[in-house]
């Protein structure tokens, strides 16, 4: 599908990312503009993705046309109007941060137990493969270990988000009920939830304080009681937590390399999660 040419002018800047930026179109309220700051193949894949992730019913705002600046690619979505994500409800609302965690929890086992055809989704198992290739921060012999402990990770036919953060789930509020939606779907896959479970605790617990204020809009310790509600909500009051938290431990030390493909540089604060484990 060919692109269409838009007027940026009909649109308002209303806030950017590691990958793009967002905009609402200014006469027509159900339209948001996501337009990648350069990126083309990047945009096309997740348009391609939020169409088939939104038609098996995985709650998403519904994607539209993808778009031309002249310059830059984007995706129109039908906007969520009034939408907040969990991490600024949380920044705005810390005293209520255990509720947004709990409900963040069960959204995300809803994703979790959502089988998928895998002839049309990756695996998450081959995503990670091809961008630890690409990787140039880990040693060779390190690359083989971390691929070893991938290849023998348990298999699962079921939705992964694939960047799985609370600022990656927003929702609406009418009438004291909320709707829930995942966003920024360029990852989504298929495969064993840890996965997914070791993002959510390194944007929860490993990340210094300034960078939590900035992105997530909140403090380390606001950050913290939302792991905690979290892992309780979703794991349930019967988890072995100790055995669960080595678990995510190692899954969050493997988003690292997720991390340092965005960021273009090593996290060694994220990858110590591997250090006399995996490696």
Known sequence: MEP??????????????????????????????KLYVKNFEAARKEYELAKKVYQIGIPTPEPGILVTDGKRIGICFKRVVGKISYSRACGDNPERTEEYAREFAQMCKR??????????????????????EANPYFTPEQKKKICHFIADAPDADTAIHGDLQFGNGIFTEKDGVRTSYFIDLGDFCYGYPMFDIGMVYLCCCLNDEDWTMEVNHMSNATAA?????????YFGPEADMEAVMREVKIYAGLKTIIVERDAHRPMPQFRAMLEGTVY
């Open 225 to 233: 009681r939302f792991w905690d509600a979290f892992a309780l909500e």
């Open 4 to 33: 269409v040419l838009i007027d940026l002018n009909d649109f308002v800047h209303t806030g950017e990312g590691a990958n793009g930026e967002s905009y609402n179109h200014k006469h027509d309220p159900n339209i948001m503009l």
């Open 111 to 132: 994703l979790h137990a959502t089988h998928v055809d895998v002839s049309q989704f990756e695996n998450v198992k081959d995503r990670l493969y091809a961008m630890l």
